[in-house]
């Protein structure tokens, strides 16, 4: 029925003010009415190029580059990676080489693997590249370094000689990342003039003399610390998307437990659903608030390295590439599992989930394989630990470390699963478990005469305890955002059972990591198991109300079963209609090739 809420009685059940709710998902009273007054970013924005120019153009270059591009005069790509060199950038093998007669630097793709590959716009739109090369004067390789290129006339968007360009093909799945052009790219000895050089951070001279910055180099991979950051929110949206589908469409679906004539029972009653749904629920509510601190930290960041105080960038690095690692993973994971909560019906198109996950996938891959981000966090971890013998405190982020033998000593004094609610008692056993599988990462390091070797063959290792410290990170900022000032009634106490259930459910899921480090016993590890069933069953009656906390919309949801008012039925038989298979009763090509077959005289009595 058109204009019923079906889910009326769900949102009755509410115990917490779901309008306050609202805008502490959204970060603010003020951050909620602007998003209730506009339309959602579209994901795929095609200004990523802007930000690389601010971060790597000198004041001139940008004065002379960012109008053209903000007023999409015109359209840029961020071209890095190649056919054979995506992870390691180093790697790469375009070259730029300065020509000092003419003062130009001239492109090249040397090799096939040298082949610009996957870059967004690049294939069909982009006027422009930000590209990548290798800078070479006078025969000396000075690394890579970012070139403007143009690629396309102003005039009749040809490519311009020497440049061929095409898209790189069909990608996963049938949806919307297809309509994204990642491209491919030759420089055939293309020539640009010197100042097209993004030079904020190293210049070459009319002379040909290289002027090395004297800021730190990783400071031209700042596009993608900026990236990743905003790819941290991204997934809070992503699986939060997810999760409303899902969660709204569990307390729809019924199946068994009809006793004389009673409904059956919601599938979200059963244990097995909550055990699966709410910790998903409670993760969307974690990324997001961890993202929120990652964003503040990334503004702090920009402060200090205007004033020259490049102290956090490390930390900065190793908390934009971990969180982008852990929090893609749980998202793109999450998708897929809230599309199995959904039973067949989310394998449909139009439950919005299937779409969803083709175009979120690449997250887990792009500005970032999730694994070769975590060995990064790994090696700042190994480094922070290296650096405790001469006395550095860490802190911030790793703060924890300065504290390992005293972490090294934790056991956790856990008596009852009420216990586990305490969100220092979470804490301490998180960071004892983090302290616990880096120092035991660095012990084995220490074995090995050749570090990189070490690093090579402890890899696994190094990936999980980097994982520890990201999750500790995660957790540590939902308590810290419960450390604040939060109105509304039952508002704050919603958000501790979501907390405690982030939490325990990693504990749960983790459990031989806190065992074999010994930081809990078997019988802990039980009540933590104990605790997190009965939050579920707290959950329970505000699970609709905390995913109407998202504020969706259902044109942003585009999914039938994913609804606000519940009406899913009528609904997904309606969209079914719209399949074109079903505008004739007759299917093409029955007539040519099935009739035949059917009309074929039987033989004995059979075909
Ligand atoms: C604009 C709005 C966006 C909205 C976003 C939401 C939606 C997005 C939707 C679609 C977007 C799709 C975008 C996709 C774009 C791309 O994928 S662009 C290509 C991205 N490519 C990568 O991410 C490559 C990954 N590889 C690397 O980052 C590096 O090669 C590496 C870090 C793995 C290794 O670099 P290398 O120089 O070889 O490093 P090391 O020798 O290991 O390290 C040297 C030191 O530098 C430190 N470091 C490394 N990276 C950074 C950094 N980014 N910032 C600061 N510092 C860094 C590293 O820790 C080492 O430090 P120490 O010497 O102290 O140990
Ligand atoms: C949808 C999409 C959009 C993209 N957009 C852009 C763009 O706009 N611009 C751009 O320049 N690029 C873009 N890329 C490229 C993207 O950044 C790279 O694909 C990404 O950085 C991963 O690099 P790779 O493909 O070389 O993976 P590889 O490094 O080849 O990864 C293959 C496997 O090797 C493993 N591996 C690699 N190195 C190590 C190591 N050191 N230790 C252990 N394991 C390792 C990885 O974990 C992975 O399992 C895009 C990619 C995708 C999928």
């Given at each position: 029925?058109?204009?019923?809420?079906?889910?009326?009685?769900?949102?009755?059940?509410a115990?917490?003010?779901?309008a306050?709710?609202?805008?502490?998902?959204?970060?603010?009273?003020?951050?909620?009415?602007?998003?209730?007054?506009?339309?959602?970013?579209?994901?795929?924005?095609p200004?990523?190029?802007?930000?690389?120019?601010k971060a790597q153009?000198?004041?001139?270059?940008q004065?002379?580059?960012?109008?053209?591009?903000n007023?999409?005069?015109?359209?840029g790509?961020?071209?890095?990676?190649?056919?054979?060199h995506?992870?390691?950038?180093?790697?790469?093998?375009?070259?730029?080489?300065?020509?000092?007669?003419?003062?130009?630097?001239?492109?090249?793709s040397?090799?096939?693997?040298?082949?610009?590959?996957w870059?967004g716009?690049?294939?069909?739109?982009?006027?422009?590249?930000?590209?990548?090369?290798?800078?070479?004067?006078?025969?000396?390789?000075?690394?890579?370094?970012?070139?403007?290129?143009?690629?396309?006339?102003?005039?009749?968007?040809?490519t311009?000689p020497?440049?061929?360009?095409?898209?790189?093909?069909?990608?996963?799945?049938?949806?919307?990342?297809?309509?994204?052009?990642?491209?491919?790219?030759?420089?055939?000895?293309?020539?640009?003039?010197?100042?097209?050089?993004l030079?904020?951070?190293?210049q070459?001279?009319?002379?040909?003399?290289y002027?090395?910055?004297?800021?730190?180099r990783?400071?031209?991979?700042?596009?993608?610390?900026y990236?990743?950051?905003?790819?941290?929110?991204?997934?809070?949206?992503?699986?939060?998307?997810?999760?409303?589908?899902?969660?709204?469409?569990?307390?729809?679906?019924?199946q068994?437990?009809s006793?004389n004539g009673?409904?059956?029972?919601?599938?979200?009653?059963?244990?097995?659903?909550?055990?699966?749904l709410?910790?998903?629920?409670?993760?969307a509510?974690?990324?997001?608030?961890?993202?929120?601190?990652?964003?503040?930290?990334?503004?702090?960041?920009l402060?200090?390295?205007?004033?020259?105080?490049?102290s956090t960038?490390?930390?900065?690095?190793?908390c934009?590439?971990?969180?982008?690692?852990?929090?893609?993973?749980?998202?793109?994971?999450?998708?897929?599992?809230?599309?199995?909560?959904?039973?067949?019906?989310g394998?449909?198109?139009?439950?919005?989930?299937p779409?969803?996950?083709?175009?979120?996938?690449?997250?887990?891959?792009?500005?970032g394989d999730?694994?070769?981000?975590?060995?990064?966090?790994?090696?700042?971890?190994?480094?922070?630990?290296?650096?405790l013998?001469?006395?550095?405190?860490?802190?911030g982020?790793?703060?924890?470390?300065?504290?390992?033998?005293?972490?090294m000593?934790?056991?956790?004094?856990?008596?009852?699963?009420?216990?586990?609610?305490?969100?220092?008692?979470?804490?301490?056993?998180?960071e004892?478990?983090?302290?616990r599988?880096?120092?035991?990462?660095?012990?084995?390091?220490?074995?090995?005469?050749?570090?990189?070797?070490g690093?090579?063959?402890?890899?696994?290792?190094?990936?999980e305890?980097a994982?520890?410290?990201?999750?500790?990170?995660?957790?540590?900022?939902?308590?810290?955002?419960?450390?604040?000032?939060?109105?509304?009634?039952?508002?704050k106490?919603?958000?501790?059972?979501?907390?405690s259930?982030y939490?325990l459910?990693l504990?749960?899921?983790?459990?031989?990591?806190?065992?074999?480090?010994?930081?809990?016993?078997?019988?802990?590890?039980?009540?933590?198991?104990?605790q997190?069933?009965?939050?579920?069953s707290?959950?329970?009656p505000?699970?609709?109300?905390?995913?109407?906390?998202?504020?969706?919309?259902?044109?942003?949801?585009?999914?039938?079963?994913?609804?606000y008012?519940?009406?899913?039925?009528?609904?997904?038989?309606?969209e079914?209609?719209?399949?074109?298979l079903?505008?004739?009763?007759?299917?093409?090509?029955?007539?040519?090739y099935v009739?035949p077959?059917?009309?074929?005289?039987?033989?004995?009595?059979?075909?």
């Amino acid at each position: 029925m058109e204009g019923v809420d079906h889910l009326a009685h769900e949102r009755n059940k509410a115990q917490f003010d779901v309008a306050v709710m609202k805008a502490v998902w959204a970060g603010s009273r003020d951050a909620y009415e602007l998003f209730h007054r506009f339309s959602r970013l579209v994901a795929n924005d095609p200004e990523m190029f802007i930000p690389a120019i601010k971060a790597q153009a000198t004041e001139e270059q940008q004065k002379q580059w960012l109008p053209l591009a903000n007023k999409m005069k015109i359209i840029g790509s961020y071209t890095q990676t190649e056919l054979g060199h995506g992870s390691n950038v180093r790697g790469l093998e375009t070259t730029a080489t300065f020509d000092p007669k003419t003062d130009e630097f001239v492109l090249n793709s040397p090799t096939l693997t040298a082949t610009k590959w996957w870059p967004g716009g690049l294939g069909k739109i982009a006027t422009h590249a930000l590209a990548h090369a290798r800078l070479i004067i006078d025969d000396k390789d000075y690394g890579v370094h970012g070139f403007l290129v143009q690629l396309r006339s102003l005039d009749d968007h040809l490519t311009l000689p020497g440049i061929t360009i095409g898209d790189i093909g069909m990608k996963y799945g049938s949806g919307a990342y297809n309509t994204m052009d990642n491209g491919s790219l030759i420089f055939d000895h293309v020539r640009i003039p010197r100042n097209q050089m993004l030079m904020r951070l190293s210049q070459v001279t009319r002379e040909g003399k290289y002027v090395p910055s004297n800021v730190p180099r990783q400071l031209s991979y700042g596009t993608m610390v900026y990236v990743r950051q905003k790819i941290v929110f991204d997934a809070s949206i992503a699986l939060s998307r997810a999760v409303c589908i899902s969660t709204r469409y569990s307390a729809v679906r019924r199946q068994f437990g009809s006793h004389n004539g009673s409904p059956e029972t919601q599938v979200i009653d059963y244990k097995t659903q909550q055990a699966r749904l709410f910790p998903l629920l409670a993760s969307a509510y974690a990324i997001r608030f961890v993202s929120e601190w990652l964003n503040s930290f990334y503004k702090d960041l920009l402060q200090r390295l205007e004033a020259k105080d490049f102290s956090t960038l490390p930390e900065a690095h190793a908390c934009t590439a971990g969180l982008k690692s852990i929090t893609t993973s749980v998202a793109a994971d999450g998708i897929e599992e809230c599309r199995k909560l959904c039973g067949g019906h989310g394998y449909l198109t139009s439950s919005g989930l299937p779409e969803l996950s083709a175009v979120y996938i690449p997250a887990c891959t792009y500005e970032g394989d999730n694994v070769v981000m975590l060995l990064q966090v790994a090696r700042y971890l190994m480094k922070t630990i290296s650096q405790l013998k001469s006395g550095n405190k860490p802190v911030g982020t790793t703060a924890y470390l300065g504290r390992a033998e005293q972490l090294m000593q934790y056991h956790s004094d856990v008596l009852r699963a009420e216990d586990w609610l305490k969100p220092n008692v979470v804490v301490e056993a998180f960071e004892a478990r983090a302290a616990r599988m880096s120092m035991a990462c660095a012990q084995n390091l220490s074995k090995f005469n050749n570090p990189e070797d070490g690093f090579q063959e402890l890899s696994a290792d190094l990936v999980e305890a980097a994982t520890a410290h990201c999750q500790l990170i995660i957790v540590s900022k939902f308590i810290e955002k419960l450390q604040q000032d939060i109105p509304g009634k039952g508002v704050k106490e919603q958000l501790g059972v979501l907390r405690s259930i982030y939490a325990l459910f990693l504990l749960h899921k983790h459990i031989g990591d806190f065992l074999s480090t010994d930081c809990i016993t078997p019988k802990q590890g039980y009540l933590a198991n104990e605790q997190l069933r009965s939050l579920y069953s707290q959950v329970r009656p505000n699970a609709i109300a905390l995913v109407d906390a998202f504020n969706y919309t259902d044109h942003f949801l585009s999914s039938v079963l994913g609804r606000y008012d519940g009406n899913v039925y009528p609904k997904l038989y309606e969209e079914a209609w719209k399949d074109p298979l079903n505008d004739t009763s007759i299917p093409d090509g029955f007539h040519e090739y099935v009739q035949p077959m059917l009309k074929q005289p039987l033989h004995h009595g059979r075909l």
